[in-house]
């Protein structure tokens, strides 16, 4: 109940293209889901984020699209650039009324944008 | 804004060996810091949450005695290996989230290789 599956593993899209990763989740008490971008040898940094009493959140070309009923939510990057070629990671964290803001994070998809 | 810094990036040292690694919010208070291990090609598996004033809390199947978490201040956790062995070899990720706030913000990671 407390996993978070992502997919694909992998990714390949052509400059310009869409792409997308889609993340499910079981645990209905989750209610903030955030994606992370990480390059090699770093960090995650954090991309976008979203709660369930929204459907879509867009910032630049990253959108999160989240589906409540099916308890799914997805990241799309549009016109996917050379420079997005990393491994991104999808997180689920429960309500606050839990006592802890802990991460449930995805398996992660290795994204790679062709020149 | 909401910068986390980790100290050292790489540290190498020999078995038997005990090594600390810093996590410091740069720009916020965190009452709760986060220590992530990496494998390559990994996710991130949650080690410890660090609680300011408090001890900190292990997930399952982690040896509280072999990483000692110490919170001492509302910017800073330190992350003790203790007697590391070359299975510790790994990538050691702090997180934060500014107090009470959701959103955790890593740091850049400390490479630690055991001889």
């Known amino acids: 109940q407390q996993q978070v599956k992502q997919s694909p593993q992998s990714l390949i899209v052509q400059k310009g293209g869409i792409s997308i990763i889609n993340c499910a989740y079981e645990?209905?008490?989750?209610?903030?889901f955030p994606w992370y971008q990480q390059f090699p040898g770093k960090g995650p940094a954090l991309l976008i984020a979203?709660?369930?009493?929204?459907s879509e959140k867009k910032e630049g070309r990253f959108t999160i699209s989240f589906n409540k009923s099916a308890k799914q939510f997805s990241l799309h990057i549009m016109d996917s650039q050379p420079g997005d070629s990393a491994t991104y990671f999808c997180?689920?964290?429960?309500?606050?009324?839990?006592?802890?803001?802990?991460?449930?994070f995805g398996t992660g998809t290795r994204l790679k944008v062709l020149a | 804004g909401a910068v986390v810094s980790q100290h050292p990036s790489w540290v190498i040292c020999k078995s038997g060996t005990s090594v600390k690694i810093e996590c410091r919010s740069l720009?916020?208070?965190?009452?709760?810091m986060f220590w992530y291990r990496q494998f390559p090609k990994q996710s991130l598996m949650l080690m410890a949450t660090?609680?300011?004033?408090?001890?900190?809390?292990?997930e399952q199947g982690v040896e509280k005695d072999k990483f000692l978490i110490n919170h001492a201040s509302l910017t800073l956790s330190t992350l003790t290996v203790t007697s590391a062995h070359p299975e510790d070899s790994s990538f050691y990720i702090c997180?934060?989230?500014?107090?009470?706030?959701?959103?955790?913000?890593f740091g850049p990671g400390t490479r630690l290789l055991v001889l």
């Open positions: 660090s609680n300011e004033g408090s001890k900190a809390t292990y």
């Open positions: 997180a689920a964290s429960p309500a606050r009324g839990s006592g802890t803001y802990k991460y449930i």
């Open positions: 979203i709660r369930p009493d929204v």
């Open positions: 645990n209905t008490a989750f209610d903030y």
């Open positions: 997180s934060a989230p500014p107090r009470g706030k959701k959103t955790q913000y």
């Open positions: 720009d916020f208070q965190a009452t709760t």
